[in-house]
């Protein structure tokens, strides 16, 4: 089963808009990561925030986390064509001496230039 | 640094058979984990090597397995091809040694099973 999981499915704007994409997970975390995924190749690590930190900033990219809520969500602001991808959210659960990153399904953001 | 490599990154086979995917890590990383990802079942966790040594396993059957080299280079195994395997393999590398490590995806190598 997939321990994140993220809202909306799919996302279509237009270039210059902010996105902003959540992402729910059931269990307890290590951290949390974003992860960008550009047409069925290869997944680029975004942005990892810990179970201690609330908010992190990276370019154009800011990531929240709410651990009571078990919640986090990405922001993209002023989105450009080239932001187009599937971007996907990763928990860590412990096994066999290190973290198992378990995937969301992730959200298709589509923007059109 | 060159990055994870894969190959092939295209293939065709047909239900039976059996496929090894190979994976060659950025270089000095030593865990090397792969995953499934298709689209109704999205991304799964394969297996993941660390030092030859398989450390992490998901919920695959048995027909799924792996291996990795000394030189931290991984083969991943399917047997008896079912058409359900059809989808893309990923692998990806990381140092292995931190709980927050960020790992580093390959392009993926694309099974299409007739």
């Known amino acids: 089963s997939q321990q994140g999981e993220e809202d909306p499915q799919a996302l279509s704007i237009q270039e210059g808009e902010n996105a902003t994409m959540n992402c729910s997970y059931k269990?307890?975390?290590?951290?949390l990561q974003w992860y960008r995924q550009n047409s069925g190749r290869g997944l680029v690590h975004l942005i990892l925030?810990?179970?201690?930190?609330r908010e992190k900033h990276s370019g154009r990219l800011r990531v929240t986390l709410d651990t009571s809520k078990k919640s986090s969500s990405l922001l993209i602001t002023a989105s450009r064509a080239a932001d187009t991808a599937s971007y996907f959210c990763?928990?860590?659960?412990?096994?066999?001496?290190?973290?198992?990153?378990?995937f969301g399904r992730g959200t298709s953001l589509i923007v059109h230039p | 640094k060159a990055g994870v490599t894969q190959t092939p990154r295209y293939l065709i086979k047909t239900r039976g058979q059996q496929v090894t995917l190979s994976c060659s890590p950025i270089?000095?990383?030593?865990?090397v984990s792969w995953y499934q990802q298709t689209p109704g079942q999205g991304l799964q966790f394969l297996f993941e090597?660390?030092?030859?040594?398989?450390?992490n396993k998901g919920n695959f059957p048995g027909r799924f397995s792996g291996r990795q080299f000394s030189n931290s280079r991984s083969e991943m195994n399917v047997s008896t091809l079912e058409l359900g395997d059809s989808a893309l393999y990923l692998c990806?590398?990381?140092?292995?040694?931190?709980?927050?490590?960020?790992?580093?995806f390959g392009p993926g190598t694309r099974l299409t099973v007739l």
């Open positions: 990806a590398s990381s140092t292995g040694t931190s709980g927050t490590d960020t790992q580093y």
């Open positions: 269990t307890s975390i290590n951290n």
């Open positions: 925030i810990r179970s201690n930190e």
């Open positions: 990763a928990t860590e659960s412990l096994g066999g001496g290190s973290y198992i990153p378990t």
């Open positions: 270089s000095g990383h030593r865990s």
């Open positions: 090597y660390f030092s030859e040594t398989q450390r």
